[in-house]
């Protein structure tokens, strides 16, 4: 199977998957529910999930590890099982994906290392021991996403690539200021992104979250403008979260997404796949414009 | 204005905390809000001026950060400044001598365990002269209630980060406003809108920190 970097430099763009919280939730997660606590004990309805993403086309799907990390997993008392529930998550997505890849997805711990909330050191641990049993448990890559800030992000990269042999992809989150360009809520832009993550040995990067595809295509050429060959992955919001009749809803369509997917494709993204609010719907009609 | 005030509010504003913080690096080495605050009560300064100093320092970081001219990292060392400097407050406080504007209790909602946007907001409202009962995350309605009943000249913060629990945030303010209905309710998170703000019948909505602040400010006043 090689590298994921490897694959992208043959000039095809790869699809990746949707979002697992807004899928777990259809199947009866609660508000206040440990959504990791399910590869235990909901085991079926997670490989469903990761199913209808390889059905739908995706070459890469993710892991149900969002939160998964020890500081999170200690809001629900489960910070002690997270060695057999990050483990049980990658195990899951590689029954689904058979010859496809898992790229398994760790996210931030919450903690601000500025603040003095952790030291260093319980941070790197934390993403060690995670990294760890996504290994055992069968996944391919490591995808740190969501990320807001450069300390927290590289101490994830350092701690996959001291402890494992996981290709690293590192996606961070931004926001649209007021004055127009992109940062993150710590700072930092796409292109000091770039150079950092470049730098600490990251061998794809690119963003997640974030309001929608016209956003990401911005954000893409900006990340190109700092380097034109490193692997770019995005997964995008279907655009923010809106209430209608007391439901959340989100405003992009399958349609909305794959129209603008061949664009984003083209301004220099190599894997593409969504974040929040969407669906196997979603990947199918990307991978269908894409591909 | 006094010279005291000034000095207190640049130190607070650029994130000083103390000689020995690296941070910024323009002014490594030099006195940070700790001792310049201890100095200056020291040297007969009123407590007054130093907590006006820690409101226009809190004040103007917080209206960069509303205009993304600054980021988390700034507000973040601009509060450990001010918490430096308040620090020294604290008999005056007890004292009687320097009074807060109010009490502004803040948590957020049932089944949300985020807390990096609602301990901005404290920071922030901390900033401008309110006193913080911060209840923490996964914050119930009745926790709220009770609050309120110890503190009944509050106003209360509520925090949301995720989609899923917007509902219980509407759900609290109509508990608040049911029981409470002169308490002021304040809401905000990523997902939160002005729109939402209305429909459930919170009393404000801001995108940011300061916004939450001058609401407070204002409707004190």
């Known amino acids: 199977m090689g590298k994921i970097s490897d694959m992208v430099k043959r000039n095809r763009v790869l699809i990746s998957d949707g979002a697992w919280g807004t899928s777990l939730q259809q199947k009866g997660l609660l508000a206040g529910e440990c959504p990791e606590e399910w590869n235990i004990s909901h085991r079926s309805d997670v490989l469903e999930i990761a199913r209808n993403y390889i059905y739908a086309g995706s070459d890469m799907i993710q892991t149900n590890s969002f939160g998964g990390s020890r500081f999170k997993l200690a809001h629900y008392g489960l910070d002690s099982k997270a060695e057999e529930i990050n483990r049980a998550a990658a195990e899951i997505s590689r029954e689904a994906a058979g010859d496809k890849l898992v790229i398994a997805s760790l996210g931030p711990t919450g903690k601000i290392l500025m603040m003095g909330d952790v030291s260093e050191e319980q941070l790197y641990e934390g993403f060690r021991e995670q990294a760890v049993a996504l290994e055992a448990g069968g996944a391919d890559a490591a995808c740190i996403e969501t990320m807001a800030a450069l300390d927290e992000a590289l101490c994830a990269v350092k701690a996959v690539q001291e402890n494992t042999n996981l290709e690293i992809i590192c996606t961070f989150t931004f926001d649209k200021t007021s004055a127009g360009d992109f940062r993150t809520m710590m700072g930092v832009s796409p292109s000091s992104m770039t150079t950092a993550l470049i730098e600490a040995g990251a061998e794809i990067i690119g963003s997640n979250c974030g309001n929608g595809m016209e956003q990401m295509i911005c954000i893409v050429k900006e990340i190109r403008n700092t380097s034109s060959d490193i692997p770019v992955l995005i997964h995008a919001n279907a655009g923010l979260p809106v209430v209608k009749d007391g439901n959340n809803t989100f405003p992009e369509t399958p349609e909305d997404m794959a129209g603008l997917a061949p664009k984003l494709a083209e301004v220099g993204a190599n894997i593409i796949g969504g974040c929040c609010g969407t669906t196997p719907a979603h990947i199918a009609a990307i991978a269908g414009a894409v591909q | ?221």
Not at chain 2, 19 to 34: R, T
Not at chain 2, 148 to 154: A, F, L, R, T, V
């Open chain 2, 1 to 221: 204005m006094s010279e005291t005030t000034d000095r207190i509010a640049l130190l607070v504003k650029r994130g000083k905390i103390n000689k020995a913080s690296p941070f910024p690096p323009d002014l490594k080495e030099q006195d940070g809000a700790d001792e310049q605050t201890k100095a200056a009560l020291d040297s007969g300064a009123k407590p007054s001026e130093i907590l006006d100093g820690c409101m226009k320092g809190m004040q103007e970081i917080g209206t960069l950060f509303s205009q993304n001219k600054v980021f988390v990292p700034d507000l973040l060392m601009s509060a450990k400044a001010m918490s430096a400097a308040m620090a020294h407050l604290k008999p005056h406080f007890q004292s009687g001598e320097v009074k807060r504007k109010g009490t502004f209790i803040i948590g957020t909602v049932t089944g949300d365990l985020h807390d990096i946007g609602k301990n901005l907001v404290s920071m922030v409202v901390e900033g401008c002269g309110w006193e913080i009962v911060d209840l923490g995350v996964d914050v119930g309605a009745d926790t709220f209630l009770e609050a309120i009943e110890q503190h009944p000249d509050c106003a209360v913060g509520l925090s949301a980060l995720l989609t899923t629990t917007m509902p219980a945030m509407s759900q609290t303010v109509a508990a608040i406003k049911e029981k409470s209905p002169q308490t002021r309710v304040l809401i905000g998170g990523a997902p939160i809108t002005r729109e939402f703000a209305d429909k459930i019948g919170a009393d404000c909505y801001s995108p940011d920190p300061q916004g939450a602040a001058n609401y407070l400010s204002t409707a004190a006043a």
